[in-house]
């Protein structure tokens, strides 16, 4: 089956670090961007970070940048978040995108999430 | 550039026609896509380049606009189609979503 699925979640203190990663399956990981977005309980989505194939092009949101950093394996077909530094506000749900390169192309395809739980 | 959806929510008969729109500060073109998202379930993308239905997203589902202004439209209002739907600018970053427009049935 296509797909995305996101692993690494879990409960951790603020302060705290968390890597999370983020599978692709029986697609051409390297025809497409990735992106992480979140989802607060019970609040909008937040786009936090995008990298492109080659890894040249790799954008934040003002809220995570420098604490947070984008990566890919295209070996592995895997995506990945490294977070730092965590705080009670980054407790959310955390989802993995694919973004074609086409002109036009968005995010066609999310993964189902892994739900991060910053509490001491 | 910031997302404004409006409205923030809706109450509609099954059948009915329903309009969300999404409002740019800034022009992003035609770099506009419309998500639906069910409760417990990731979003799903609909619509991309303003008007681009995504293949398999029903046809009752269409978008408009360019430069700053978009809607979404469904054209007849479905129960399925009780969810959260959101705007997103992706033609430079941050990737902005607009904040959700939750829509069901009356």
């Known amino acids: 089956e296509v797909q995305l699925v996101e692993s690494g979640g879990g409960l951790v203190q603020p302060g705290g670090s968390l890597r999370l990663s983020c599978a692709a399956s029986r697609f051409t990981f390297t025809s497409y961007s990735m992106n992480w977005i979140r989802q607060a309980p019970g609040k909008g989505l937040e786009w936090l970070a995008y990298?492109?194939?080659?890894?040249?092009?790799?954008f934040y949101a003002d809220s995570v940048r420098g604490r947070f950093t984008i990566s890919r394996d295209n070996a592995k077909n895997s995506l990945y978040l490294q977070m730092n530094s965590l705080r009670d506000e980054d407790t959310a749900i955390y989802y993995c995108a694919r973004e074609g390169t086409g002109r036009f192309d968005a995010f066609d395809m999310w993964g189902q999430g892994t739900t991060v739980t910053v509490s001491s | 550039i910031q997302m404004t959806q409006s409205p923030s929510s809706l109450s509609a008969s099954v059948g009915d026609r329903v309009t969300i729109t999404c409002r740019a500060s800034?022009?992003?073109?035609?770099?506009l896509a419309w998500f639906q998202q069910k409760p417990g379930k990731a979003p799903k993308l609909l619509i991309y380049?303003?008007?681009t239905l995504q293949p398999g997203v029903p046809s009752r589902f269409s978008g408009s606009g360019s430069g700053t202004d978009f809607t979404l439209t469904i054209s007849s209002l479905q129960p399925e189609d009780v969810a959260t739907y959101y705007c997103?600018?992706?033609?430079?970053?941050?990737?902005?979503f607009g904040q959700g427009t939750k829509v069901d049935i009356k």
């Open positions: 990298i492109n194939v080659g890894s040249t092009s790799i």
């Open positions: 997103q600018k992706y033609d430079s970053a941050p990737r902005t």
């Open positions: 380049g303003a008007s």
């Open positions: 800034q022009g992003i073109s035609n770099y």
